[in-house]
């Protein structure tokens, strides 16, 4: 009988479109939490052609559905348009079943915590490339924040070092992307919700649409083919430098391995590549707007700096423990600002109820995060950029550690740990050499910065703004430019 339990409240549906139009498709976050004020529940419904959408705004929810009932809440909808385009070999989009767990469990042997020490020099050199680059021109800093996050995956995957921002595998990357995700993102939303929706012809007009599909599908290949060619030729030169994909053709070499355990490595990879980058540029984007604007939390990080790691020597990951403030920096920008703000779609493989509401089988379950961490209850003043709030009364840092813009269960975040070491060394490197300001105009004032930002695909970016990013001292240049010297 759990059938005739109510779904949860919602907007009351059209007959034959559902709720269509009510879906928000602008500061999608935001609105269902207009959405909760209005119906009184943090959990909503909405449905349409068959369909439903559940969205969760409280973090409570979100553990017990995601987490505690990972068994049937732990599958990806399925996206007509994603194997046109060839992102089926995106394992973060695919169904949950064998083919998902096979290459979740390579990459949570690859990214478990410990395992992460092994990746501790690649992210330290690029890090320093960075600092280099901010150096040379820091008026290009999205181009350097862009460089960072895109050569580490590159060089932990297939050992291959990104020499510059218009390097084959950026611009490919770029432009199937560019292509695709109008195709899988119409509206930002809608075809998330409502796969259906890639059949109607209005949105949907046919040729036109399937032949961008297929030039992406090309442009996917060579994402995926060309890094694993270059990496099996330097293997047979025995130039190969280790990584994923080098120390997975050393076992096929070795004791074998069949064509589609092959595919998968390729596969994963190329997830990896996708879901380590534009996520990593984002949180990477939304620390120097952060810093640019908070200048008081700047200085008093850099005063924490100067006492554990002085000023003849950049910070390494042995000074973590002892910067209590530099880590709830790190939390706080992840707190107001997360990648994908959204997570990623979640969908049931059967019937549930809970908290007196009927959830049926197919249905898609968003966790709304921004919802969770703007949360007035939890975090006070919640649109207030405030490390001080992961302090308890005695000045230690709490217990607040559970990064929620990381996801849920099975389906979280399997990079958290090297994005943590990448965003933590970034943002500790950043502030321990440059001071980051305001830009100003010809007559010395200061450009103000929007808080304004922008969604491409899943993922939330701050909007293009400028700031001033200049070294701390003379002192602090030469550091940057001798420990580049030793990496080269
Ligand atoms: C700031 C950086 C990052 C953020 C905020 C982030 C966030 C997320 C979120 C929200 C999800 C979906 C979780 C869910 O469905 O509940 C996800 C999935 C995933 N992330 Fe990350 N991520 C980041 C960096 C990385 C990095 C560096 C890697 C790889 C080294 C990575 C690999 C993945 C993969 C493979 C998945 C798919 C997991 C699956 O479906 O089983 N991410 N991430």
Request: glycine share 6%; with cysteine; aromatic share 10%.
């Amino acid at each position: 009988r759990k059938k005739h339990l109510p779904y949860p409240p919602g907007p009351k549906p059209m007959p034959l479109i559902g709720n269509i139009l009510d879906l928000p498709t602008d500061d999608v976050p935001s609105a269902y939490v207009e959405w909760a004020k209005k119906y009184k529940s943090s959990i909503l419904h909405a449905s349409a052609l068959g369909s439903h959408i559940v969205v969760l705004n409280d973090v409570e929810d979100a553990i017990e559905l995601f987490e505690r009932r990972a068994r049937i809440y732990s599958d990806r909808p399925e996206y007509p348009i994603r194997k046109l385009m060839g992102w089926d070999h995106n394992f973060a989009l695919t169904r949950y079943g064998d083919e998902w767990r096979y290459c979740r469990k390579i990459t949570q042997e690859h990214f478990r915590k410990e395992a992460v020490k092994n990746y501790h020099d690649v992210i330290s050199q690029k890090v320093h490339a960075m600092l280099d680059g901010l150096l040379q021109s820091p008026n290009k800093f999205e181009h350097h924040n862009k460089m960072l996050s895109v050569s580490i995956p590159m060089k932990t995957m297939y050992g291959y070092d990104v020499e510059s921002i218009n390097d084959r595998c950026i611009t490919v990357t770029d432009k199937s992307l560019l292509l695709g995700s109008p195709l899988f993102l119409p509206g930002a939303s809608l075809i998330n919700i409502f796969p259906i929706l890639a059949f109607i012809p209005s949105w949907f007009p046919g040729a036109s649409s399937r032949k961008i599909a297929a030039e992406v599908k090309q442009l996917t290949e060579e994402v995926i083919q060309a890094p694993m060619n270059w990496a099996k030729m330097r293997m047979v030169e025995g130039t190969a430098v280790p990584s994923l994909v080098t120390h997975f053709l050393e076992k096929k070499n070795t004791i074998g391995a069949s064509a589609a355990e092959e595919r998968a490595i390729g596969d994963v990879a190329y997830t990896v590549n996708g879901a380590a980058s534009d996520t990593t540029i984002s949180a990477t984007g939304s620390f120097l707007y952060f810093m640019a604007v908070n200048h008081g939390i700047q200085k008093k990080a850099q005063r924490e700096i100067d006492r554990v790691v002085g000023r003849n020597r950049l910070p390494d990951f042995s000074d973590r423990p002892t910067m209590p403030y530099l880590e709830a920096i790190y939390r706080e920008v992840l707190r107001c600002r997360q990648p994908l703000d959204m997570g990623l779609p979640h969908c049931l493989t059967e019937d549930d109820h809970y908290k007196g509401y009927f959830i049926p089988k197919g249905t898609i379950v968003l966790g709304n995060i921004w919802a969770m961490t703007h949360d007035e209850k939890s975090y006070p003043e919640p649109f207030a950029f405030k490390p001080e709030r992961f302090f308890d009364e005695k000045g230690d840092l709490n217990d607040d550690d559970r990064i929620l813009a990381y996801g849920f269960g099975r389906r979280g975040c399997v990079g958290k740990h090297v994005a943590s070491a990448t965003l933590w060394l970034t943002f500790a490197s950043i502030l321990a050499t440059f001071n980051i300001e305001k830009a100003k105009d010809d007559s010395g004032r200061e450009i103000p910065i929007s808080d304004e930002y922008q969604e491409f695909g899943f993922i939330s970016h701050k909007t293009p703004f400028e700031c001033s990013i200049t070294p701390r001292s003379h002192g602090h240049r030469q550091l940057i430019e001798e420990v580049n010297l030793l990496n080269k």
